[in-house]
């Protein structure tokens, strides 16, 4: 017992609410994604517009296709990585490395889907006389504000990427020890410790 009689925050168990407390947040901080990554999903696959000069739609543009998948496949990995970072298990090094590399990549994915889907929505705003593709904007705005609303979600999506990337890349390489290198017969050979 400590000064007072109080008990120590090690005795109470403060080291489990404190480990407690960071898988709360990590989960939340792992479900916003979820949650963007299907708003800009919902909002693109009722993108379309019809007027008198035709009709246009997500699907006639491969990059908002890609926007649509990339997020659809986000939201999934989202869901589940929330799933099992809730679940209080002892920390491997095999799901460090998981998280790491999953949500790196998924980082990758959704970026390029909202850089490529921000390429279409400037060309539709500006257009490009050198290749004679007229601003399609002026003649769909609904469809390229419905489209431009998309993508800046789809964009803070990435950032909540790549704050979780952040995350498992500190976790990781703070709690885990760099591989050792040793040489056999003059070859260098990395070898990965537990």
């Not at 400590?2 to 005795?11: D, L, Y």
């Not at 980082?107 to 601003?135: F, M, N, Q």
Request: net charge positive.
């Amino acid at each position: 017992m400590g000064k007072h009689g109080a008990v120590p925050a090690a005795e109470m168990g403060g080291d489990e609410s404190g480990s407690s407390t960071m898988r709360t947040a990590e989960t939340l901080l792992r479900v916003l994604p979820m949650a963007l990554c299907v708003a800009a999903l919902v909002i693109m696959l009722k993108d379309s517009q019809t007027n008198d000069y035709g009709s246009l739609s997500y699907s006639d543009l491969g990059a908002f296709r890609y926007l649509v998948h990339a997020s659809g496949v986000c939201a999934g990995y989202s869901l589940l990585s929330a799933v099992v970072a809730a679940v209080p298990r002892p920390s491997t090094m095999s799901r460090a490395w998981a998280f790491f590399l999953l949500d790196q990549l998924l980082t990758y994915i959704i970026l390029a889907a909202g850089a490529i889907s921000a390429e279409v929505v400037y060309l539709a705003y500006k257009g490009d006389t050198s290749i004679t593709w007229s601003r399609t904007c002026g003649s769909f705005g609904g469809f390229c504000r419905k489209a431009t609303a998309s993508i800046a979600i789809t964009f803070v999506a990435t950032l909540c990427y790549a704050a979780l990337s952040l995350i498992s890349s500190y976790r990781l390489f703070s709690k885990y020890d760099a591989p050792a290198a040793y040489s056999n017969k003059g070859i260098e050979v990395t070898t990965f410790t537990t």
